[in-house]
């Protein structure tokens, strides 16, 4: 196990703590108003991100999976927004070229379009009715209506982080009339900035954190998709998508978290280790009780980071499986936990001073509230590693609420996984 990063590694992680300084100048504008940030998307591409989830042998930046979570690391401490949202470009780029039923001529399109056309891409899952505690409610109710030469998709879907500000997105729909509900099929829909007809962004997205990612809900009413952006189709979505994909499904969101909580514990230990209260000649960092909080903050971050770097390097060496999963549950697991307890404690140690809307603090503490709710929650994360640690299958749990209607069986581990 070696945490080591090469110097192509290196040189991304660089690039990306360079332009968090730049992202952190107007972060606190577009968390206001509620703006994308679009010129933040134009230096990414600028800097030759695009390719940040692209292996080498399509002409990416071949980093892994270990170098793109310590550059979104970074990315998050100076615009954990554009971080967020752009997960959902690597989210696409990476899900699509990892993935083994896509065929290699739509890989090497895909790799074009984001290489070559320098398209931007979103990725659009959830949907109103799900929820991050129920993977089952991930199934997509979107539908997927044949016609000729192609197919309609008729439905809504929510959260759709950068929608407005994408060339493309990637998601998933259920084809008309098929029994089974895990039964999906993967698109690459060309949407224009949301201008496609048949599409219509509603927006909705005024929430207490993460403002700037314009994750707004999606409509589709007749959106026409042509064969030639078809992916592939599956039997089986959970397992296809959020356990074999859970690199791209859910670990990249615990990497900008990590950013977050970092950037919090950064700006404690700055003005902690030198603000100083009137009458005292030692900065407050010398209280005991701040103390205690910088440490507790550290220690709980540093091991979190380490989780999910040990997660990260697990998935580039031994590829997809259930024990993946696994490791990527307990990272997300402890970067929530440590991002929530981070937020708390800052914001009292630190006093009103971090609270004050002006402060970059008070932004980071509210984007951090969505750490431990961000899929899969900080609870559905416990209850599956709780079960995949004594060797149970998941499956065979019973249900948390009683269904409307019997599913088809999740079998965790199963071909997809």
Known sequence: MDFTFTSKQQEVIELCRELAKDFAKRAGEHDRDRTAPEENYEKLREAGLFGIAIPEKYGGLGIGFLGYVAAMEELAQGCASTANSFNMHANATGAILQHPDVPETVKQRVVDLALKEHKLMCTSVSEPTSSSLLATSYTPSLEACRVEGGYTLHGKKAFASMFESSDYVYLYAH??????????????????????????VHDVWDPLGMRATRSNTVEYDGAFVPDEFVLHQTDEFLNDFIIRGANWSFAGFAAVYLGVGMGILNYARELLGSRKAKGFAQPQGFHPDIRRRIGTMASELEAAKFSMYHAAWYSDTYGPSLQTFHHFLRAKYMIAKATMNAAQSASIACGIHGLMKELPLERMIRDAATAPIMPPNIDACADQVGLLTMGLNPAEAMPPLKSLEPLTTVQVGGKGA
């Open 175 to 200: 084809p008309e009339g098929d029994p089974n509900p895990q039964a999906s099929i993967g698109f690459l829909v060309p949407i224009n900035g949301g201008k496609m007809p048949g599409v219509t």
